[in-house]
């Protein structure tokens, strides 16, 4: 039986500023708990229906397991229709950005995205074309809020976050930094090379002047009907497509 501190521990993590007084965020569902325990993560209790024990019987047996009821688990899940497994997962060390890190690689950059959905669907782009960092102005929404953590399906377990001032610290990384702008050269034109940052920006307001100041290559994706703008997930996917067909060369 869950006790009241375990309930109001779990439920504060719903808020930011518990996640990071704790050090802990909430993952929900079978597959998405079982990938984050499999992972370089360190998994500290994972809460679960009786039906779901056979299932979590190989994961390590340093993780902290605790059967719960139906209704325990409605009280502790961020969601209206509990998936039946959630776990409590430590927030990782943020790695040091240097240029050794992302070296032959390409990442991401975001300027304060906000929307969870948005940023999780970017970590799960970013996961499929098998980009592995992605670098966060200090006002994207936090990578470890529930509805994030949710819609990267499992793929915030292989995605490294690190949260920064984007103007102080991208320009000493010594790479080639492209940016998402609507006065930039064809995508479709662009040599992208085999290491770069990508920077994309604000839902509504783009990327800011002072972000916009340190890309070297403004990029943009060529408009031919008559839509407004396009939204940053998609516009991040059409761009980790095209790098990546673009080092298959």
């Known amino acids: 039986m869950l006790s009241k501190s375990q309930i109001s521990l779990i439920t504060s993590l719903q808020h930011k500023k518990y996640r990071w007084q704790h050090q802990l965020f909430i993952v929900e569902g079978y597959k998405s708990v079982t990938e984050f325990a499999q992972s370089h993560y360190e998994t500290d ?62 990442s991401l950059a975001l300027d304060g995205v906000q929307d969870p959905g948005n940023l999780g669907t970017i970590i799960r782009t970013a996961d499929w074309f098998g980009i592995g960092n992605i670098i966060c ?32 610290v991208l320009p000493h990384l010594n790479l080639p930094i492209f940016g998402a702008l609507l006065n930039g050269q064809n995508i ?16 509504g307001n783009g990327i800011r002047p002072e972000t916009e100041h340190i890309i070297n290559t403004p990029v943009t994706i060529p408009q031919a009907g008559k839509a407004e703008s396009l939204n940053v997930a998609m516009a991040t996917a059409i761009f980790c497509s095209e790098i990546s067909r673009n080092t298959l060369k």
Do not use: W
């Open 45 to 106: 209790i994972i809460y679960h229906l009786p039906e779901f024990a056979p299932k979590l019987l190989n994961l390590s047996k340093k993780i902290n397991f605790q059967e719960i009821s139906a209704a325990e688990m409605l009280k502790i899940s961020c969601l209206k229709t509990p998936p039946g497994v959630l776990a409590l997962v430590k927030i990782p060390l943020q790695s040091e950005l240097n240029y050794n890190l992302l070296h032959k690689k390409f």
């Open 137 to 168: 102005s200090e006002d994207t929404v936090d990578a470890y809020n529930p509805k994030v953590v949710q819609a990267t399906m499992g793929s915030l377990s292989r995605v490294n976050i690190h949260y920064t001032n984007l103007p102080d």
């Open 188 to 203: 479709y034109n662009t040599n992208f090379g085999h290491e770069a940052i990508l920077v994309m920006g604000n839902e």
